[in-house]
């Protein structure tokens, strides 16, 4: 047996030892959750097979272990959250679709200037606002080929050192991973702590409120990414002429905003406008049912239904190929196993061992949680990350006392800082892949981004604790 292959046995082998297990103080339920979470970990770290599929788990395992009914499981799958995140999914995909992403970039790099040290700012700005509303790694893979003609011509200008190549890379990938902080829609782990905590603590996190958080962090870490990078190109001389004429050029080849592309940029500008907008809007009419959700299927039925200038819709429903939708079932998986060691009462012993701890302070539990969400993510998907760690936050929270939200909001945010390896998201990954990269790179300049977003998430979780719930 290949050596790889052992999380395929050891997840359910973790399982069957728990069911099995000889236990005065666990009941049948709760070593039976015990061992679900041991599988699903045990796969979702190995990433023995996609995250998706470990997700599934909870559906076979927590009915056939009598800890939660099928239904009850199956309900989770369909959180109304989901399909906020599907709604943002379809709105991404019609920005792809009619290249609506590329003129916003492109613009904004043309704005910001043409020296080494602002086209490095307006990769990093173009990059950001993208991924704050499509995927990190479809913002990458577009942004991607343009950072590499620039760079082409730099070196024809006689400039070869390589930092240049250094920094904008890695302005892309950080960016990438930044801009996803700032909405709720931006990654999947914001969500993931958003179902989690309206699922449990019967209190919603809309658009706008998580938009007041996320923005401030992001901006932060965005400044303190590009100080560092931009470090590197201060010296940098560049035939900025050349430079300013391409990104003129590609402008030009894209022509004006005008049939698709307009209507999915109206489309796109309401649909953000809605979002931040939509609590003025309820209180105004009363319309109480009209939810963030409501207004991402809103947005997905009006681009299926509004045709394109060739008579088809800007939106098929073949095009959803292309959404992931095994984020959407990760996201109930990890519903599903935090609802089954809520109801299987693991949470209660979980709790128990955390009550020691209970004289450590606000801001030590919040630096702890911030070192776990950016460290662990280098090594673990943050997604999984989060969705595996909700309910122990959970239980942290019950014996210390401490707001659940100030604990988990640091885990979040500081999962999303991934800057050292390739392999840690994919926006390293598509990066790395270019080959302009080495791994020592990204692990000398990560390593000190890493050790900056732990501090500024910190001191900005803990200066907004008596303003968060």
């Keep these: 047996m290949n050596i790889r292959q052992i999380p395929y046995f050891l997840g359910p082998l973790l399982f069957i030892g728990a069911l099995l297990w000889p236990s005065e103080t666990l009941t049948h339920s709760e070593l039976a959750v015990l061992g679900i979470l041991g599988w699903m970990l045990t796969w979702w770290i190995t990433e023995i097979v996609n995250l998706a599929v470990t997700a599934l788990l909870p559906i076979l395992l927590l009915p056939v272990t009598g800890v939660m009914a099928i239904g009850d499981v199956t309900a989770l799958y369909g959180h109304h959250l989901i399909f906020l995140f599907f709604g943002g999914f379809i709105l991404a995909l019609a920005i792809e679709k009619w290249k609506l992403h590329r003129r916003i970039a492109l613009l904004i790099i043309r704005r910001v200037g043409s020296s080494p040290r602002r086209i490095l700012l307006g990769f990093m700005i173009a990059t950001a606002f993208l991924s704050a509303w499509i995927s990190n790694t479809a913002t990458t893979v577009m942004m991607l080929p343009m950072a590499m003609s620039v760079l082409k011509l730099l070196r024809k200008a006689g400039f070869q050192d390589r930092k240049v190549s250094v920094a904008i890379l890695m302005g892309v990938a950080w960016s990438a991973n930044i801009g996803g902080m700032t909405t709720l829609i931006g990654t999947p782990p914001n969500l993931v702590f958003t179902g989690f905590y309206s699922q449990n603590y019967a209190t919603e996190i809309t658009f706008a409120q998580w938009l007041k958080i996320g923005l401030p962090v992001a901006i932060s870490l965005f400044f303190a990414a590009y100080i560092l990078l931009s470090l590197m190109v201060r010296k940098v001389e560049a035939d900025v002429a050349s430079i300013k004429t391409y990104f003129a050029n590609e402008y030009r080849k894209l022509g004006p905003l005008k049939g698709a592309e307009l209507r999915v940029a109206i489309v ?202």
């Design 268 to 469: 796109f500008g309401f649909t953000a406008l809605l979002w931040i907008v939509r609590p003025q809007i309820v209180q105004l009419f009363g319309l109480q049912g009209f939810t963030d959700t409501s207004v991402a299927i809103l947005a997905s039925l009006v681009l299926f239904v509004t045709p394109a200038t060739t008579g088809t819709p800007l939106l098929v429903w073949k095009d959803t190929k292309k959404l992931a939708w095994g984020i959407l079932v990760l996201f109930g998986g990890g519903l599903a196993l935090a609802s089954g060691m809520n109801e299987s009462g693991l949470l209660h012993h979980i709790t128990d061992l955390f009550s020691a701890q209970s004289s450590l302070g606000l801001m030590t539990w919040i630096f702890f949680m911030a070192v776990l969400g950016i460290w662990a993510t280098e090594i673990m998907s943050n997604m999984a990350l989060v969705a595996a760690m909700m309910p122990i936050v959970a239980a942290i929270s019950g014996a210390t006392g401490e707001s659940f939200f100030l604990l988990a909001l640091p885990l979040t945010l500081g999962s999303s800082c991934a800057f050292m390896l390739p392999m840690a998201t994919p926006p390293n990954a598509i990066v790395f892949s270019s080959g302009e990269l080495k791994i020592v790179d990204m692990v000398r300049r990560g390593f000190f981004m890493n050790l900056i977003a732990t501090i500024l998430i910190t001191l900005i979780v803990f200066a907004l604790s008596d303003y968060l719930p």
